[in-house]
């Protein structure tokens, strides 16, 4: 689903380069799939300090 979404926010954004709304929204779906690939990194053996970190930095720009 977020492939299809991602599909249609680029989509949006090359239409109206001008729609601030899809291109902070495509930039928050870039943030989170981040954060799922931290967690990844995490789960597989990645220095869960550093990981953590950032983690929580996307946490705060995600506003969670």
């Known amino acids: 689903a977020s492939d299809v979404y991602k599909r249609q926010l680029v989509k949006a954004v090359a239409l109206r380069p001008g729609f601030a709304l899809a ?3 495509l ?4 943030l989170a799939k981040a954060k799922n690939a931290y967690n ?4 597989t053996g ?3 300090e550093k990981l953590n970190a950032n983690i ?3 946490n705060k720009l ?3």
């Open 40 to 43: 990844t990194a995490i789960k």
């Open 62 to 64: 995600l506003g969670e």
């Open 27 to 30: 930039g928050n779906l870039y």
């Open 56 to 58: 929580e930095l996307l």
């Open 46 to 48: 990645g220095n869960k």
């Open 23 to 25: 291109h902070m929204n």
